[in-house]
T-cell receptor, first 112, second 111 residues
Framework: KAGVTQTPRYLIKTRGQQVTLSCSPI?????VSWYQQTPGQGLQFLFE???????NKGNFPGRFSGRQFSNSRSEMNVSTLELGDSALYLC???????????FGSGTRLTVV | SQKIEQNSEALNIQEGKTATLTCNYT??????LQWYRQDPGRGPVFLLL???NEKEKRKERLKVTFDTTLKQSLFHITASQPADSATYLC??????????WGAGTKLIIKP
């Protein structure tokens, strides 16, 4: 079966711009989580959605937001980009929250 | 405070030997713990999940133990191979059903 698909794979944006990242989970997976990964901070939890509802949110500013659609696909948005937002953004899906997660290959965001 | 810790130093192991990685946690009572492998520039890959009432879980050359008294999980790779070289992450499920991640341990298997 198809894995978790994240688009785009790479992205370069300018400070102050906004960006939207997309994630298509494995078919049948209703839980989608987003993470930010940087070399110094490791995996930092952003938020988790289950059946279109945000279940948990990590300790990130309100510039980071997300949503999940009825087909379980999810998007995350970052507004007013800062240099420190440069990171690998990973999406993961599972059948239910907390179960073994399947990760996508990530979106590498560079803010210049 | 709540913490989950993995050895931040890289672990160098000779090919064929058993590699053992450690995951310690404090101030959590996780229902279960998961282990993942991550290669550079890629997303983590799920390996094993062990529940609080399980002492040990095996999958091929992998073995995970979970000691809720010591608040520790050990991850073993037997007959290690250079292809096992990667960063290994542990994650525990907190009371909000949110995964809390360790920083990972880099494993290097030398031929």
């Amino acid at each position: 079966k198809a894995g978790v698909t994240q688009t785009p794979r790479y992205l370069i944006k300018t400070r102050g711009q906004q960006v939207t990242l997309s994630c298509s989970p494995i078919s049948g997976h209703r839980s989608v989580s987003w993470y930010q990964q940087t070399p110094g901070q490791g995996l930092q939890f952003l938020f988790e959605y289950f059946s279109e509802t945000q279940r948990n949110k990590g300790n990130f500013p309100g510039r980071f937001s997300g949503r999940q659609f009825s087909n379980s696909r999810s998007e995350m948005n970052v507004s007013t980009l800062e240099l420190g937002d440069s990171a690998l953004y990973l999406c993961a899906s599972s059948t239910i929250p907390g179960d073994g997660y399947t990760f996508g290959s990530g979106t590498r965001l560079t803010v210049v | 405070s709540q913490k989950i810790e993995q050895n931040s130093e890289a672990l160098n192991i000779q090919e064929g030997k058993t590699a053992t990685l450690t995951c310690n946690y404090t101030n959590y009572s996780p229902a279960y713990l998961q282990w993942y492998r991550q290669d550079p520039g890629r997303g983590p890959v799920f390996l094993l999940l062990i529940r609080e009432n399980e002492k040990e879980k095996r999958k091929e050359r992998l073995k995970v133990t979970f000691d809720t008294t010591l608040k520790q999980s050990l991850f073993h790779i037997t007959a290690s191979q250079p292809a096992d070289s990667a960063t290994y992450l542990c994650a525990l499920l907190d009371s909000n059903y949110q995964l809390i991640w360790g920083a990972g341990t880099k494993l290097i298997i030398k031929p």
